[in-house]
């Protein structure tokens, strides 16, 4: 019986023989004939990725709708015994295997730019989801979704995936970082926020016997830090767990179209010590590049998921989904990544929501499976990805606010939900004496 498993045009980036080897690998492969092998579950779990709206019965009826014949039609309960049966292990190495950067990866004098952050991702309020990962408590009581905690590390520029680590929700970020470690080397900048300033995880990364990566992480204003040296960019020398590091103070302002203007203090820490090889200026504006893993997190819970509650009501299955749903998105960014570098195109021009459509219109026809005699890069995704590409950045700002409140009620005051375009001027601030307070 023909077996249609497959993922569009994706396929040649996620190949047969990838998802053989892995199965292979982990011992999940079907031990007698079975109408869903294991290579088709595996396929049918990423596609459900792309189409995250969808029950599995769904997006098994998409997988079929370009070939011919009318074929087999599982029950829900024989696609949940399959999903069972081939579990996490598979999905987890896939994962693996595609995440890192895609070859002409971005690069900001010589060091390839990276962001690390934490996001949460709901889960099906059952008993044993609720268990596994637990969730918000507080003011509120308790109530909402179980959440799971998901920490990433995303390549900026073309916002693919470096690692991930996930699970309950009480866990904090920072205790999931450390499992990041391996996907950082010498030639990276991770960029990070307040929330990273941690001396051990610092030492962790950029000690003697860390990862050889540079760092670039916000740090509270207030925190003290030894001044050893002032340099003549207005930065200086200090020490953080035993690391050298080299503190900028900024402010920046952001003169508004609409009139008026926006006042931020910052300090950044880095490991990068050499002012005149990477001034403080550039590192400021180079800063801003952290919110691209934002983006990326914006493009898997809102564009790909659409701000849905993940399927699975067990932790196998939610682990299950979340691998699937990442390998997905890695498998679009490399396709995406291709098509600019072939066409010429700056990384943050793709259109993410044009990629993932095409994506789905390729698996609903069953196109692009095979690769021709001639290998194209580019691809009926790439394509359409560099048909439209989108506009060039703008420096914009507006408040941080909730732009759609969960009550219908306005907002106590005047708030101004304007997003204005800006003019930015950034001032890398000094302090005259030099201190000689002891290394924390």
């Not at 919110?291 to 701000?307: N, P």
């Not at 789905?360 to 048909?387: F, K, N, P, W, Y």
Request: aromatic share 6%; proline share 6%; net charge positive.
């Amino acid at each position: 019986m023909f077996a249609p498993g497959h993922l569009g045009e994706l396929t040649q980036i996620v190949p047969f023989e990838m998802v053989d080897e892995v199965l292979a690998g982990t011992r999940s492969v079907q031990r007698r004939v079975r109408r869903l092998p294991s290579r088709v579950v595996v396929y049918l779990l990423l596609a459900a990725g792309l189409f995250e709206g969808q029950g599995f019965g769904q997006v098994w009826a998409r997988l079929v709708s370009g070939l011919d014949g009318p074929g087999w039609v599982p029950s829900s309960s024989v696609l949940a015994q399959a999903r069972r049966r081939v579990g996490v292990a598979p999905l987890r190495a896939l994962f693996a295997l595609l995440a890192g950067p895609p070859a002409g990866a971005v690069r900001w004098r010589g060091l390839l730019v990276c962001a690390m952050d934490g996001t949460t991702m709901s889960v099906p309020d059952t008993p044993a989801n609720l268990a596994a990962y637990g969730h918000q408590t507080g003011s509120h009581g308790g109530s909402g979704y179980p959440l799971v905690r998901m920490v990433a590390v995303v390549a900026c520029g073309t916002r693919t995936l470096m690692g991930a680590a996930f699970g309950p929700f009480r866990t904090g970020e920072t205790t999931y970082a450390p499992e990041l470690l391996g996907c950082l080397r010498a030639g990276m900048l991770l960029l990070a926020d307040r929330n990273f300033a941690v001396k051990a995880l610092v030492t962790a990364i950029a000690g003697p016997q860390g990862t050889g990566a540079d760092l670039l992480i916000r740090c509270k204003s207030t925190r003290p830090l030894p001044r050893l040296e002032n340099l003549a960019d207005r930065s200086w020398r200090s020490v953080l767990g035993g690391v050298p590091i080299r503190v900028i103070d900024a402010q920046i302002t952001a003169a508004l179209s609409g009139g008026g203007h926006r006042t931020g203090h910052y300090r950044l820490i880095t490991t990068l010590l050499d002012p005149r090889r990477h001034p403080a200026a550039e590192i400021v504006k180079l800063y801003h590049r952290r919110w691209e893993i934002e983006t990326a997190y914006l493009e898997l819970k809102s564009t790909t998921l659409g701000g849905r509650v993940l399927r699975s009501r067990t932790p196998q299955g939610v682990d299950q989904e979340i691998y699937a749903l990442l390998t997905v998105y890695q498998a679009l960014r490399l396709a995406m990544a291709d098509a600019t570098t072939s066409g010429g195109l700056p990384a943050d021009r793709a259109g993410f929501t044009i990629a993932l459509l095409a994506a789905r219109d390729q698996v609903v026809h069953a196109a692009g499976i095979i690769a021709g005699t001639t290998i194209d890069l580019v691809g009926r995704i790439g394509r359409a990805v560099l048909d439209s590409p989108l506009p060039e950045r703008r420096d914009r700002s507006r408040p941080r606010i909730v732009k759609r409140a969960i009550s219908k009620h306005r907002a106590k005051g005047q708030v101004d939900r304007t997003n204005h375009q800006a003019t930015l001027t950034i001032d890398v601030l000094t302090e005259p004496e030099l201190t000689t307070a002891q290394a924390p």
